[in-house]
């Protein structure tokens, strides 16, 4: 089991970034619009930055929804390679099946 704390704060950059999702989307397109003037274009990116970082989409990491592991995740799953493991052993995932040789 990953650390409480680590999780907790990956909710919560979740949670921002959802938040801030709009806003921020709004802003970068202003900024990578080339017809629009510089200045605005800086003051776009100046917004930007004044927004808190942890609002940033790419600042979520993906962890297992069982465990908290933060490692070795299959997305379409949301599982670590662990869970998805002892789950399937138990017979708990529906048409996975653990092969014998």
């Known amino acids: 089991m990953a650390k409480t704390s680590a999780i907790e704060k990956n909710k919560r950059r979740a949670k ?3 938040q801030h999702a709009a806003k921020r989307a709004r802003l970068k397109a202003v900024v990578m619009d080339q017809q629009i003037s510089d200045e605005e274009r800086f003051a776009a990116t100046l917004k930007l930055a004044e927004m808190p970082r942890n609002g940033a989409k790419n600042r979520v990491r993906l962890r297992c929804e069982v465990s908290g592991r933060s490692r070795g995740n299959y997305r379409k799953l949301k599982l670590s390679r662990i869970a998805l ?3 399937a052993s138990s017979g708990q995932i529906p048409g996975m099946v653990k ?3």
């Open 99 to 101: 092969s014998s040789w």
């Open 85 to 87: 493991r002892d789950l």
């Open 16 to 18: 921002l970034a959802a």
